[in-house]
């Protein structure tokens, strides 16, 4: 029997489609990611089913959507009982790894809400006790003085039971501030060996912070912006030189584990799967070392839509445009911004630098992969957990409205035995990864599990039987510092997208 295909997934973090050279940025350099597309086939029609982090992650194991799946925002973790096709792969034979980013339980002990609490400071929130490791964010309230709502707010949102308690707080990052030497229990949603790198910018928490700090005991005095190198007059904010030099920064320690894991599987007997997670280039903006300044921002093009106002905007837009005129800022490092012409080219700038640091560490990957004489049976596949306004219509990060920019990501498919540089226009999505990777080994897929095998469509040039594909957003106030919570929902078909709010 011929061995079953090993699997490399690797996927970043908060990085929308055109902020990559292979699709088409004019600025940014990544040979890396661009040696898989000339390699494989590249998807311009490929779309989350949510755009942030927890749902669609959970949408990727389970190839079911996030009303199905039950992890319908950030703060719901996937169930125990969930099962994911990693567990498939498991169940055939398959080693399976994970290093870098899970998210799919709750990194803080800050669960889900539909409410709009008072909000925590930055600094609150964000302060680091311990080296590099961050400490929760303060549990949220309805409102000021008011009472923490817990376990009795079930119906208020729309839960029966909260999914909290053992087995739900493997990755709390307190795990390893109480012990150093913790590892998140295995069998995880399919995975037999995990390695944690949780947070972002040089705030990321986890086996990569304890990693760190022991590497580097005064670690503490480098990371943050009080912390912070000179700036050369970047204002933008969440934008601060960080003192955690290269070799320490979490791309580095993801590659450097991916490495160590797969040296362990050469030579093996079993087929492979690694899920191989970059906490970048999710905001703050801080690449480190020579990636700071790598890209100048007086020569980065603005967005067509930075200064554009359309009539009729959603309420969410007016009322962040109302409250920057108003000096309101929105600083807490999940909310979404408004920026001007300047932040936004500083923004994308630094983004560049901390998207060609990740380019870098993938080479390195795809070096040793090949090295190793693995590189002829392994399918190497590339795709990001959502996008980025990145200034599109003045907006920052993520939330609430379904813009091309953060709806839209990456999905490269590169099979040593499938068809090489091609682009597909194959309409596809994060719900499709599950039964796209099944079907290339041979498993079949679990009941339930809701996506297309997009790759074998692509290489035959037919489309999927599908309608379309919908893309669902429940978002809280608390979410966007609003009074006010938003459902966003949208379909996409066949060259135009319909989005009800």
């Not at 898989?36 to 992650?57: H, K």
């Not at 991916?258 to 087929?271: F, H, K, S, V």
């Not at 560490?361 to 990001?384: A, C, N, W």
């Not at 599908?466 to 429940?474: Q, T």
């Amino acid at each position: 029997m011929a061995k079953k295909p090993n699997f490399l997934f690797i996927i970043t973090d908060q990085h929308r489609a055109d902020h990559l050279g292979c699709y088409g940025n004019p600025v940014l350099r990544t040979p890396s990611i661009d040696s898989l597309a000339r390699r494989g086939l590249a998807f311009d029609e490929f779309y989350v089913s949510c755009p942030i982090c927890m749902p669609n992650r959970a949408t990727i194991l389970t190839g079911r959507t996030p009303s199905a799946s039950g992890v319908r925002q950030n703060g719901l973790p996937l169930s125990l009982d969930a099962v994911t096709f990693v567990d498939l792969l498991k169940a055939e034979g398959y080693s399976t790894g994970l290093i870098g980013k899970a998210h799919f339980q709750n990194i803080s002990k800050q669960d889900a809400s539909l409410e709009a609490p008072e909000p925590p400071s930055v600094k609150s929130a964000m302060a680091v006790p311990q080296p590099g490791i961050a400490p929760d964010r303060p549990r949220r309230t309805r409102g000021v003085g008011e009472e923490p709502i817990g376990r009795d707010d079930a119906l208020w949102n729309a839960t029966r039971e909260w999914r909290t308690g053992p087995g739900y707080d493997l990755e709390w990052t307190g795990q390893w501030r109480v012990n150093p030497d913790y590892t998140v229990p295995t069998p995880y949603y399919g995975f037999d060996h995990v390695e944690i790198a949780n947070g972002h910018g040089d705030w990321v928490g986890g086996d990569y912070a304890v990693w760190r700090a022991r590497q580097d005991p005064d670690i503490a005095s480098k990371v943050g912006p009080p912390n912070g190198l000179d700036k050369g007059g970047v204002t933008a904010p969440q934008a601060w030189r960080t003192a955690v030099p290269e070799e320490l920064w979490s791309s580095t320690w993801v590659a450097d584990r991916t490495i160590d894991w797969l040296e362990r599987q050469a030579g093996g007997n079993e087929p492979f799967f690694l899920f191989c997670s970059f906490p970048d280039p999710h905001n703050p903006f801080c690449p480190p070392g020579k990636y700071w300044d790598m890209y100048d921002p007086a020569e980065i093009p603005l967005p067509p839509s930075q200064g554009h106002v359309n009539r009729g905007e959603p309420r969410y837009l007016r009322t962040l445009r109302a409250h920057a005129a108003e000096g309101r800022k929105h600083d807490d490092f999940m909310w979404g911004f408004l920026a001007g012409e300047r932040h936004t080219r500083e923004i994308l700038a630094l983004t560049y630098g901390l998207i060609s640091c990740l380019d870098d560490q993938i080479g390195r990957i795809l070096v040793r992969l090949r090295e190793l004489g693995l590189d002829d049976d392994t399918v190497v596949v590339f795709t990001s957990d959502h996008g980025d306004f990145m200034g599109d219509h003045g907006l920052m990060l993520k939330q609430g409205l379904h813009y091309q920019g953060v709806i839209r990501v990456p999905f490269i498919w590169a099979d040593p035995a499938g068809v090489t540089g091609r682009r597909s226009d194959v309409l596809g999505g994060s719900i499709d990864i599950a039964q796209t990777i099944l079907n290339r080994a041979g498993v079949a897929a679990a009941a339930g599990m809701q996506g297309f095998d997009i790759a074998g469509a692509a290489a035959t040039g037919k489309q999927p039987g599908r309608a379309g594909l919908m893309i669902e957003e429940d978002c809280p106030g608390l979410h966007i510092d609003m009074d006010f919570g938003l459902r966003t929902w949208t379909l996409i078909h066949d060259g135009w997208r319909l989005t009800r709010i």
